[in-house]
C-alpha cells in the first residue's frame, strides 16, 4: 500500500523561506513522477512544480525563480523549497505522485503555508 505524507508547511514571513517535504512509503513503479500542487481558499487546485518522465523539472509562471523542486530516489523522499515567499503563495500545499503509464495517483494529506506578517 503506498502512502504519501506532505510536511514542512508554518507560517513565515514575507521573503521568507520553507522546504516542504514528501515522504513516500510503499512500492511504486519507475512510471511515477512527482509533482507539487497548492490550493488557496475557493480556488482549484493548481500544479506548481513538478518532473516530467525525463526527470526535467517545470514550474508555474508566479513561482518560477523562487520555488524548486527535488527529490531523493534513495530515501523515497521529495521536496518543494520555496524562496522569496509572498502573501499570494499561502494555501494547501500537497504533493502527488501520478503514473505517466497508468493514470494511478496519490495524494499527501497536505500541509499549510502561511505567508503573513
Known amino acids: 500500500q503506498v502512502q504519501v505524507k506532505d510536511s514542512g508547511g508554518g507560517l513565515v514571513q514575507p521573503g521568507g523561506s520553507l522546504r516542504l517535504s514528501c515522504a513516500v512509503s510503499?512500492?511504486?513503479?519507475?512510471?511515477?513522477?512527482m509533482g507539487w500542487y497548492r490550493q488557496a481558499p475557493g480556488e482549484q487546485r493548481l500544479l506548481v512544480a513538478a518532473?516530467?518522465?525525463?526527470?526535467?523539472?517545470s514550474y508555474r509562471d508566479p513561482v518560477k525563480g523562487r520555488f524548486t523542486i527535488s527529490r531523493d530516489n534513495a530515501n523515497n523522499m521529495g521536496y518543494l523549497q520555496m524562496d522569496s515567499l509572498k502573501p499570494e503563495d499561502t494555501a494547501v500545499y500537497y504533493c502527488?505522485?501520478?503514473?505517466?503509464?497508468?493514470?494511478?495517483?496519490?495524494w499527501g494529506q497536505g500541509t499549510q503555508v502561511t505567508v503573513s506578517a
Open positions: 502527488n505522485l501520478r503514473s505517466w503509464y497508468s493514470g494511478l495517483e496519490y
Open positions: 510503499g512500492s511504486i513503479d519507475n512510471t511515477f513522477v
Open positions: 518532473f516530467d518522465r525525463s526527470g526535467r523539472t
